[in-house]
């Protein structure tokens, strides 16, 4: 067969893309290089519906092997005691779990999109918003941490069946224990997705979710620096509260519930390519290295924050706990829009994102959103963050002057020179 030269000239411009410019999406990351090779195997050819021992299809002998140890690695992990590794991304874990512990109509609580909480938390553009009768909290105003006491009052009034935890755009830690707590008084499950923060979770850097929540999903390509994908967990396994009974009319276990939700729930074959890249992921998740990383996240994070906020940039909350910050840039007189654009023709690429209160629309916004997990993988250290802040700065100070742009543009290529990315690829 001809090499499809025009699709892998273009994978050789996205290589360079990557390579040269300065990466600061939040949920953004560089795999090692045996993660990319794993995800690029043979398993891609195979059909393996069902779990390890239990598939619908023969010759599945070794995906068996792959598939059980991302399991029992990714156990180890997060220390729970079961575990899904075949949502096909963060997304897919989440209807799971709503499949299996709601039925339709049923009340969800979960952070407002607009104040940093994700689609499937009950969005009326998404599955969760169009199924379920979804309700939200926020955060304060004046501090722009979570509106426990809201949350609280809410879930009160309202009884949901299900309180959501975790965000998309939120610096700050989470008071698990407190939400776990007002569940309890009304009997909600606490679902937390961790798809963002799960990385420095995973190395003991951020509160541990696991002890309060029931459920916790996540995806696996954000800081866990793993493929593309999604996974689901348990520490303490309980009866489903559906009272859903297997063939001899025991109840069943929610372990067992999630995973028929999974498969045949809501997904067909799984990826076993892509779960043994997860695999590979959860292995290197495991060493030394990768607190190492998860630390140097934090600090990269807290210096980006100090630059900012000295150059008299607006921080939500005033800092950050994790890998991110969100940044108002009201009082700089530019949309998130025209940040994101004007940053992007200098190669520094990041998110317009709407602020907690924004009186923008979703598509201009007032904000934008940073993150570190990615430029952290390329290898910068704190000393490096002021350099990328103030690239930034002279950008969007000057967003209409196509010299400045262009200036900082050939800076960023000068600048990431010395920190390569995928050598193995030439
Ligand atoms: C990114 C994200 C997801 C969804 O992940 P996909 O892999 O894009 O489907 C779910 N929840 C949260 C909080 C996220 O940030």
């Avoid at 779990?51 to 299809?57: E, I, T």
């Avoid at 994790?322 to 992007?344: C, F, P, S, V, Y």
């Amino acid at each position: 067969m001809q090499k499809d030269t025009l699709v892998f000239d273009l994978l050789k411009k996205e290589l360079e893309r990557q390579r040269n410019g300065i990466e600061l999406i939040a949920s953004e990351n560089f795999t090692s290089y045996q993660v990319m090779q794993a995800m690029g195997t043979v398993p891609t050819n195979k059909y393996a519906e069902g779990y390890p021992g239990k598939r619908y299809y023969g010759g599945c002998e070794v995906v068996d092997e792959i598939e059980t140890l991302a399991i029992e690695r990714l156990k180890k992990v997060f220390n729970a005691s079961w575990a899904n590794v075949q949502p096909h991304a963060g997304a897919q874990a989440n209807v799971a779990v709503f499949l299996a512990c709601l039925k339709p109509g049923d009340k969800i609580l979960g952070l407002d999109l607009s104040m940093g909480g994700h689609l499937t938390h009950g969005s009326p553009a998404n599955f969760s918003g169009k199924n379920y009768q979804a309700l939200s909290y926020g955060v304060s105003k004046e501090t722009g941490l979570v509106d426990y006491d809201q949350l609280e009052s809410i879930a009160r009034k309202e009884k949901p069946k299900m309180i959501i935890c975790g965000a998309s755009a939120y610096s700050r830690d989470w008071d698990y224990k407190r939400i776990r707590a007002v569940a309890d008084e009304i009997g909600a499950l606490v679902m937390a997705d961790i798809a963002h923060p799960a990385g420095l979770i995973a190395k003991g850097l951020l509160n541990d979710p696991f002890d309060h929540c029931h459920i916790v999903t996540s995806t696996t390509h954000k800081t866990l620096r793993g493929p593309r994908g999604g996974i689901i967990m348990l520490r303490h396994d309980f009866d489903n509260p559906l009272g859903i009974k297997d063939p001899k009319g025991n109840i069943r276990s929610m372990s067992s519930c999630l995973d028929l939700a999974v498969f045949p729930g809501m997904q067909g074959g799984p990826l076993e390519h892509v779960i043994a890249a997860k695999a590979v992921a959860f292995g290197e998740i495991l060493t030394d290295e990768f607190k190492a990383y998860g630390e140097q996240i934090i600090k990269n994070a807290q210096a980006m924050a100090a630059s900012f906020v000295k150059r008299g940039y607006n921080l939500i909350s005033n800092g950050t706990d994790n890998h991110l910050m969100l940044i108002d840039l009201r009082n700089k007189n530019i949309t998130g829009k025209k940040a994101q654009e004007t940053l992007d023709k200098a190669h520094i690429t990041l998110n317009k994102n709407a602020v907690p209160f924004d009186d923008k629309s979703p598509f201009v916004t007032s904000g934008i959103r940073v993150g570190v997990p990615a430029i952290t993988t390329r290898g910068m250290n704190e000393g490096h963050m002021e350099t990328v802040v103030s690239m930034i700065d002279k950008v969007l100070m000057d967003t209409d002057n196509e010299a400045t742009i262009t200036t900082v543009k050939n800076d960023v290529y000068a600048f990431m020179k010395q920190f390569p990315l995928y050598p193995e690829l030439g």
